[in-house]
């Protein structure tokens, strides 16, 4: 049976339901665990014909795993942007991060930029008061080095080109949209200082642009042109940490329906989890999910795959009774002799489970 400190992990809930530390989590389709890819013209409107956000095998090896997050302007559009955003951590207030770090890998640039790390944050409930309530906040490795930025930040190697590097944004050097953190380029102070100005601010997801936690490349010159990774990037909150490890896709090919009959009495599933191989939507859908409720996903955020137990199972958010639910759902393949199985679990607190009294699951 699956349990709701499950889910929490799943699904990237707030990170105080999230039950332990060092968590690592893999990202390898857009929307999942948070993350949203996002490619903008030079005013930062959307426009896809400005670059691509794709997840890839190396450059090298990378940190973790076999993969990463590929940024790239596409020639004479440098002025645009590449970015990968997360939603997962609005209201976090910067006072209780504890944790940022990343891994970057530069192929192509204007001969300093590498993929930088941003923050979107309101700040008028600390004194003073950002212009308008908000700010922007930089992290970029080409001002980490000795000679360039505060003496309050910890200075790290200098970028190097075709190399996996590890960057501390944490306790490294940032500027701002506002000028609080100097003007920018070498002119740049510590996190801390922005902290103590106001000790109330948080992240926030502004409209339209998919998150206000962002790794990115671009918005320079339109004869620029980007072509960044990035790998193993770190969040921590408090107590808790979890690293997004980015991988290139696996398609598989899951899909399903039946009744089930559990516990508390008999339900209904249907489910579709190839839409990578056959074009459509994943979806998890039931008519009556065992407690004479329906659900339908309105999103799903990750198909994971158990080979060993043939298992799938998928994550995401939709609506039962009219009402929004994460959900964690399982499901068994069907053998040749075995009738399989599935599993709910729905952050409103219902869980059900139990083996098919008909219908089929498919996994390969």
Not at 130 to 140: K, V
Request: aromatic share 10%.
């Amino acid at each position: 049976m699956i349990v709701l400190a499950t889910l929490s992990l799943f699904l990237g809930l707030p990170l105080h339901s999230v039950g332990a530390s060092g968590n690592i989590l893999v990202v390898s389709s857009d929307g999942q665990h948070g993350w949203h890819s996002l490619v903008t013209d030079g005013s930062g409107n959307p426009d896809s014909t400005f670059g691509s956000v794709t997840f890839v095998t190396g450059p090298g090896t990378p940190p973790l795993g076999t993969g990463s997050l590929r940024l790239q302007t596409f020639a004479g559009k440098g002025d645009g942007s590449a970015q990968m955003r997360n939603t997962n951590f609005a209201g976090v207030k910067l006072s209780d991060i504890t944790n940022l770090t990343y891994w970057a890998y530069s192929a192509m640039n204007n001969g300093q930029q590498f993929p930088y790390f941003t923050l979107s944050v309101q700040c008028n409930g600390g004194a003073p008061a950002c212009p308008g309530g908000t700010d922007i906040l930089f992290f970029e490795p080409p001002y980490q080095f000795p000679g360039a930025g505060d003496p309050s930040c910890a200075h790290q190697s200098p970028p190097v080109m075709f190399t996996w590097q590890r960057w501390d944004a944490f306790s490294g050097c940032w500027w701002d949209n506002n000028g609080e953190l100097g003007g920018g380029g070498i002119f740049t102070m510590s996190l801390s200082v922005f902290i103590n100005n106001h000790p109330n601010a948080a992240i926030y997801n502004p409209s339209n642009t998919k998150g206000g936690v962002r790794v990115a490349v671009g918005f320079a010159s339109p004869t620029d042109t980007f072509d960044g990774n990035v790998d193993a990037l770190t969040i921590g909150v408090t107590a808790q940490k979890i690293t997004y490890n980015f991988e290139p896709p696996t398609c598989k090919e899951a899909d399903g329906n039946g009744d089930f009959h559990s516990g508390q009495g008999e339900g209904n599933f249907k489910f579709d989890g190839d839409g990578c191989k056959d074009g459509d939507n994943d979806n998890v859908q039931s008519t009556n999910r065992g407690d004479g409720q329906d659900f339908q996903s309105t999103q799903v955020d990750s198909i994971q795959y158990n080979d060993l137990g043939n298992t799938v199972t998928i994550t995401g958010v939709g609506t039962s009774n009219c009402l929004q639910v994460a959900f964690v759902f399982v499901a068994l393949e069907t053998g040749p002799t075995t009738p399989g199985w599935v599993s709910f679990a729905f952050s409103d607190g219902y869980t059900s489970a139990g083996t098919l009294i008909d219908g089929s699951i498919l996994l390969h």
